[in-house]
């Protein structure tokens, strides 16, 4: 095989790549951890922040972190990507119910289209 013609050894793998490569149309340097609590939420819509950190293996800390960069106001000042939104659990100050936005849904929408290998 000549590694020039680029040719394609797994659609699936590519179809991955195509996924990552959608994440960098919104944000050229999103870290793979915003990325995973992205698709944790598209696909447990909507969740506990609680979830996320037993389910991921993440802090609290880095939960937080994660979905301010995907909610509406990243951190230091800085807007966020609005593809989900954070609300205090009534139940439990300290957990925060996680929704994706109408954006949110799009974007997992054209990311099942990729997957489906449309």
């Known amino acids: 095989m000549d590694p020039l013609k680029r040719q394609v050894t797994d659609d699936?793998?590519?179809r991955l790549v195509?996924?990552?490569q959608e994440f960098r149309k919104l944000d050229y340097e999103m870290p793979a951890q915003v990325i995973l609590c992205f698709v944790f939420v598209a696909s447990?819509?909507?969740?506990?922040?609680?979830?996320l950190c037993h389910e991921l293996g993440l802090?609290?800390?880095a939960v937080s972190r994660n979905t301010d960069w995907l909610s509406d106001k990243h951190r230091l000042g800085k807007p966020g990507l609005n593809l989900i939104t954070k609300e205090v659990d009534v139940s439990n100050r300290r957990r925060m119910i996680l929704s994706l936005t109408d954006k949110g849904k799009i974007i997992a929408k054209?990311?099942?289209k990729i997957l489906d290998g449309n």
């Open 18 to 20: 195509d996924i990552l």
């Open 44 to 51: 447990h819509n909507p969740c506990h922040s609680e979830v």
């Open 110 to 112: 054209d990311l099942r």
């Open 59 to 61: 802090t609290r800390a």
């Open 12 to 14: 699936s793998v590519v």
